[in-house]
């Protein structure tokens, strides 16, 4: 039996759904412990792509259980229509079970984050416009609608009419929007509500009795470390809490339980939104890794910054979520290139710094310090053993665990189940993974 949990090592998009995905084969339970509809995953099985934002991509396998948690936020309609859309598909999501806590975006939350958004102008942060950050923001000054309300209409009528009318205030008043309708918010979502309460569960007491028999969870966060609320590049963040000890709270467990922490990043970097980002390459690089690597956001479409694999956030990655080691996902992506540049270390007003600095001001400051490894100019998406790796490209993993000081446990190496090299299985097996004792020194 093993407890793990998944998180992104970089700002997110990591290919985190296809490494859950791939866990979840030896899951009996997954959980989403945080995030909303601002996330996405993919999965691709056979000749059918699943994009997912809510539900945990476990659900795919018919034995195992999913969980929405406590910690995440809930945009019914989204969830309803990944539902519907399951169906089509003929997934079946009776094991499917939400969270009574979780909190519920509203209709007032998304129009409020995009006209903050707008309202930014220049300081603008890159919010996807779901409504995630006004959702966790009632949250904390505890005056959110929780699913608890959302499937009791006698809870929505004492609830809903209040907040909507503290929020036309705002719409009105500071954006000159025009004012949503109480009677229509609440039908609508009494409706909503009704559609989603055979789903709905205390998911703490679920998770202790799966923990109590000894099952196998996985512990599913959204979004990557960078991302993180209080670990992030703030204030180009989330709303939550994606690094590891987040799985805790948003899960409604102690950390006791926690057998292993695995970390999922590209074999280069990418970014969404704004943000300094060091080590993005806006020239022929750049628009390669983008081409090749297909790299456009599951949940908004925007095209991703792209740039040479950052090692400095990668070591900042391990010693926040504790990793015990890493999936290297895309490193098909790197095939055509010659050389390969890998950020070692950052260089700030003449200084070598080896450590993420915190703040956003000394970040944007920060010219990347690179070393540089040989490419191997050669397909590798056919490649399901170490043994079957170009010797560079097996150099350049070792290089990679080498300056993160974690070893590699998964490499991933196309969009496909089936495109992936397990050297081990987190769930499963020992606390082992690629060796580290032989990498070649860089050119």
């Known amino acids: 039996m093993a407890n793990v949990v998944v998180i992104g090592a970089q700002w997110g998009d990591e290919g985190k759904g296809k490494i859950t995905d791939l866990l979840s084969r030896s899951a009996d339970v997954v959980v989403r412990y945080q995030g909303g509809v601002n996330a996405g995953h993919t999965v691709v099985v056979k000749d059918k792509t699943f994009k997912l934002h809510l539900i945990p991509s476990g659900i795919l396998y018919p034995k195992t259980d999913c969980i929405i948690g406590s910690g995440t936020v809930i945009d019914p309609e989204v969830l309803l229509g990944e539902l519907d859309r399951l169906h089509e598909w003929g997934v079946s999501t009776d094991r499917l079970m939400i969270s009574e806590c979780a909190h519920v975006t509203m209709p007032y939350h998304r129009i409020l984050d995009r006209a903050a958004e707008e309202a930014r102008g220049e300081r603008r942060i890159g919010t996807t416009g779901r409504g995630i950050g006004p959702t966790y923001a009632d949250k904390s000054e505890r005056t959110g609608v929780r699913v608890l309300d959302l499937i009791d209409p006698e809870a929505l009528e004492n609830v809903v009419p209040w907040m909507v009318e503290q929020k036309n205030h705002i719409l009105e008043k500071l954006y000159g929007l025009p004012p949503l309708d109480a009677r229509q918010v609440i039908d609508e979502y009494a409706a909503f509500g009704q559609r989603l309460k055979p789903y709905t569960i205390d998911a ?156 956003a001001h000394q970040f944007a400051k920060c010219t990347p310090i690179y070393e540089t490894v040989p490419g191997w100019k050669t397909s590798t998406s056919h490649c399901r053993s170490l043994d079957d790796l170009p010797k560079a490209a097996l150099n350049y993993l070792k290089f990679l665990a080498e300056l993160m000081d974690v070893p590699i446990a998964i490499v991933s190496l196309g969009a496909s189940r089936d495109q992936t090299i397990v050297v081990e299985d987190p769930i499963h097996g020992p606390k082992r993974a690629l060796l580290r004792d032989d990498v070649v020194t860089p050119a």
């Not at 970097?269 to 943000?275: A, D, H, K, L, N």
């Open 204 to 359: 703490s007491l679920m998770i202790d009795d799966a923990v109590r028999r000894k099952r196998n969870i996985l512990f599913e966060g959204a979004q990557g470390t960078l991302l993180d609320l209080d670990h992030g590049t703030y204030p180009y963040v989330t709303s939550s809490n994606p690094v590891a000890g987040g799985a805790c709270i948003g899960a409604g467990v102690g950390p006791t339980i926690v057998d292993r922490v695995i970390g999922v990043a590209k074999a280069y970097t990418t970014r969404v939104g704004e943000g300094p980002f060091p080590t993005e390459d806006l020239a022929e690089v750049g628009e390669h890794l983008g081409d090749r690597g297909a790299e456009f956001g599951t949940t908004t479409g925007r095209k991703r910054r792209c740039g040479w694999f950052d090692a400095v956030i990668g070591r900042y990655a391990v010693r926040i979520n504790g990793l015990d080691c890493l999936a290297i996902t895309k490193l098909d992506v790197l095939d055509e290139l010659d050389e390969i540049k890998v950020c070692v270390a950052y260089d700030i007003d003449g200084q070598r710094c080896d450590h993420f600095p915190r703040g």
